[in-house]
């Protein structure tokens, strides 16, 4: 879905529903978008796809790039 203003809004309805309990929005959304879960953004969290490409592509293999590892690690080299 790309409605921030709905976003934002059914985060706060699940946050309401909650009540006292621990609510977190995780965002599904491919490709990665920072903005999603940023200070005003609409979500708590999101998958890290990058991660998982990653993974995929290098747990499996007879090489392993340890530099491309903690790039995808690093957060904020991606925006967040």
Not at 32 to 59: K, Q, Y
Request: hydrophobic share 40%; proline share 5%; charged share 30%.
């Amino acid at each position: 879905m790309d409605n921030r203003d709905f976003l934002h809004w059914i985060t706060g309805e699940a946050k309401k529903n909650a009540s006292n309990k621990p609510f977190y929005n995780i965002a599904e959304h491919f490709p990665e978008l920072p903005e999603l879960v940023t200070a005003d953004g609409p979500m708590d969290w999101c998958w890290h796809e990058i991660f998982r490409i990653f993974a995929i592509e290098n747990l499996g293999a007879k090489t392993f790039d340890i530099e491309k590892l903690k790039q995808v690690l690093d957060a904020k080299q991606q925006g967040y």
